[in-house]
């Protein structure tokens, strides 16, 4: 597939000295949604914020849909509608005038069947009328999504969307951004939930202290997170795998004291109990067991750590 966003060697340093992006590069297909998931003070608003053309960045370059975010900030800025994470707009306005005067932000010709048809694809038609303070906090969002989508962008950039709100408004959210694919827009956004990213992406990419250690296929993604590792620690050691083991493929450890292996939490059978019974049945004593989950903290961690080794 096409990009439609590439990044490359992107850093910013605030005034402070701070270094907020350390050299990312990243591309983003057309059509996909990308989850971008890290920690708070990641650096995911300062990477969209460079990308919507609102922070400068101090080194690389973007190219959103083939225009140079400087050299050509109109073109890109045109193909790019952004829900930021606080919600601002005027109290007083009505929902209708609000959508159609951001879509003459962008210079586009009015366009009345369009500016209906995302109003009532975000279930809005029937509040066209009402002032913005009139609505319930999961219509505002909705209203701050026809906003961006007002001037038809190629690209949506969703800034933690679902922060702070309550479980049904975050279903909602997410049922809503998947009907928004289905139009063909693109769509990046950034979230602290693993579920969000479970849910919704079709690849995550986890930024960290500014870098970007990880970009993944979701479901590459999740079959790690499913897994987990068994340790048992053997009251004697072993000197090799026995060949009765062999359909659980489990590895030798700690010098022949322990034998790990990982099994896929999901599974119906995930082959802990049996792997204990053969053993028995082989007269293999042990004396402790234990199990760790590969959790995204455990990638990151590991991530981190080679990055650091390296
Ligand atoms: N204008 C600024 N001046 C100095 N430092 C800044 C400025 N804006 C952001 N930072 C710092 O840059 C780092 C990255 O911030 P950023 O807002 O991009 O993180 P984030 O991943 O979006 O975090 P969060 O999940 O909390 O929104 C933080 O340490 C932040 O304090």
Not at 67 to 84: C, E, K, M, N, T
């Amino acid at each position: 597939m096409a990009s439609i966003i590439t990044v490359s060697g992107l850093t910013k340093s605030y005034a402070s000295g701070f270094q907020a992006l350390k050299g990312v590069d990243l591309e983003i297909e057309e059509g996909e949604i990308f989850a971008l998931l890290g920690p708070n003070g990641a650096g995911k608003t300062t990477m969209i914020s460079i990308i919507c053309g609102n922070v400068r960045a101090t080194g690389g370059s973007v190219t959103v849909a083939g225009h140079d975010i400087v050299r050509d900030y109109r073109g890109s800025r045109s193909a790019i509608g952004l829900v930021p994470q606080e919600l601002h707009t005027d109290a007083f306005e009505r929902v209708i005038d609000t959508v159609t005067f951001s879509r003459g932000l962008f210079g586009k010709p009015r366009n009345d069947a369009y500016i209906e048809k995302i109003l009532r694809d975000l279930s809005l038609w029937d509040k066209r009328h009402s002032k913005i303070l009139e609505l319930s906090g999961g219509m505002k969002r909705r209203v701050m999504i026809a906003k961006a989508l007002s001037h038809e962008p190629r690209v949506l950039f969703l800034d933690e969307p679902t922060a702070g709100v309550d479980v049904e408004l975050r279903r909602d959210m997410w049922k809503l951004i998947g009907e928004l694919r289905q139009t063909g827009v693109t769509i990046i956004l950034t979230t602290h939930y693993i579920e969000e990213a479970e849910e919704m992406a079709d690849r995550v990419g986890v930024i960290d202290k500014g870098e970007l250690i990880l970009v993944e296929e979701k479901t590459v993604l999740m079959k790690k997170l499913g897994r987990k590792t068994l340790t048992v620690v053997l009251a004697e050691p072993l000197a090799a795998v026995p060949p009765e083991l062999a359909e659980w493929q489990v590895a030798l450890k700690a010098d022949g004291h322990e034998i790990e292996y990982e099994f896929d939490t999901r599974a119906e059978r995930t082959g802990v109990s049996s792997l204990l019974r053969r053993l028995g049945d082989l007269g293999i004593g042990y004396k402790d067991l234990n199990t760790q989950q590969s959790s995204l903290e455990d990638i990151f961690v590991s991530l981190v750590h080679q990055e650091k080794a390296a």
